[in-house]
């Protein structure tokens, strides 16, 4: 089965964020895209609301259980007590641990493994008592991957940032994709699911799928949006899927 898409919210969210108006609307596009054929929905409220806000969670939740019950809702975030009382709330399918700094204006690298372990294995440990798939952000490294299974995950998502930075470089796109697959088939070794996401279009996405064939899920916001300016947002959704294997 390919992997399956699911539509980040966060670009959406941030456009509308820049006026004090309710448009775009993040559950309107949201729900356009589950209509269009995505698998589900991801949101990274992050502490000072710059993207999604937490007042957008509870109605994204109320929208897949009321409309599209086989959706999947993927929250994302920094696991201090707020966010994981966020989730706990929400209750997303899957929550997605990533290491960002506050400052940070998107998400540009994974947990380190080994030296992080002991601080991730708690936090795991209470989100899977709370019934959440856990997937925790990973470099493009097959290095830590039994690490990251010791923490009690499911999935590490792939950041896939340095394959998306080689637009106009194929022979470095290669590369970074002979790194991911590396990386997944460490990660596949070890019994975890592997996610993708960053950075990720509808031109590089079928190259990473051909490395990657076991890939589970690719979370795309950024090149989405940016293409819903010019395909709207069902058309890019279905360019999405198509360039995924659906």
Do not use: C
């Amino acid at each position: 089965m390919p992997a399956k898409l699911s539509v980040n919210l966060n670009a959406v969210a941030l456009l509308r964020n820049r006026r004090d108006l309710p448009w775009p609307d993040v559950i309107h596009f949201g729900r356009i895209s589950l209509q269009a054929g995505a698998h589900g929905l991801t949101v990274h409220p992050r502490p000072d609301e710059r993207h999604t806000r937490r007042s957008d969670l509870a109605p994204l939740r109320a929208l897949i259980d009321d409309e599209f019950p086989h959706a999947e809702f993927n929250v994302e975030g920094y696991p201090d007590e707020a966010f994981l009382q966020l989730v706990e709330e929400h209750q997303p399918d899957q929550v997605t641990l990533v290491p960002d700094d506050p400052a940070q204006p998107t998400s540009d690298h994974g947990w380190s493994f080994v030296e992080q372990q002991a601080f991730l294995t708690p936090i795991v440990k209470r989100l899977k008592k709370g019934g959440f798939r856990v997937s925790l952000f990973a470099e493009p490294d097959p290095a830590g991957m039994a690490e990251a299974k010791a923490t009690g995950a499911d999935r590490v998502e792939l950041f896939t940032g340095p394959y998306g930075s080689t637009y106009d470089d194929p022979e470095q796109a290669k590369r970074e994709l002979e790194k991911l697959g590396a990386a997944a088939d460490a990660a596949r070794a070890v019994g975890l699911e592997v996610n993708a996401g960053h950075d990720l279009t509808v031109a590089n996405l079928p190259a990473l799928i051909e490395y990657l064939p076991h890939l589970s899920e690719v979370s795309i916001g950024h090149g989405l949006t940016a293409d819903a300016l010019e395909y709207g947002m069902a058309g890019t959704v279905q360019r999405f899927l198509k360039a995924a294997g659906w």
